[in-house]
Nanobody
Framework: QVQLVESGGGSVQAGGSLRLSCAAP????????MAWFRQVPGKEREGVAD????????TYADSVKGRFTISRDNAQNTVYLQMNSLKPEDTAMYYC??????????????????WGQGTQVTVSS
């Protein structure tokens, strides 16, 4: 199973910004979609943002629309999550995920095959 490599994360005050990065191995032709999820201890994992490589279409959770932006570096299998206007409710462990082939429901956890190790984001008030 291919493992994704994540970077970024840290602590920031409410209203601040942070950027996360996620990279897949070079020449990995099977991946055509990447996404970000987050999870708070004791709660279910939540889909945050998704991007489909074929068209560039993006999908966002309602809780982050207008504040978060997912993007892709087309020269590499790398995606970014730009997080602006951060709120304490955004505090969570953030995970990168990737999928191949047809995905019927973006941000549904079962659609994604490959995962990163997670990076902690903490937003203080």
């Amino acid at each position: 199973q291919v493992q994704l490599v994540e970077s970024g994360g840290g602590s920031v005050q409410a209203g601040g910004s942070l950027r996360l990065s996620c990279a897949a191995p070079e020449n990995n032709y099977s991946i055509n979609r990447m996404a970000w999820f987050r999870q708070v201890p004791g709660k279910e994992r939540e889909g945050v943002a998704d991007i489909y490589f074929g068209t560039g279409r993006t999908t966002y959770a309602d809780s982050v629309k207008g504040r978060f932006t997912i993007s892709r570096d087309n020269a590499q299998n790398t995606v970014y999550l730009q997080m602006n206007s951060l709120k304490p409710e955004d505090t969570a462990m953030y995970y990168c995920a990737a999928a191949r082939g047809l995905v019927r429901t973006p941000l549904a956890e079962y659609e994604y095959t490959y995962w990163g190790q997670g990076t902690q984001v903490t937003v203080s008030s």
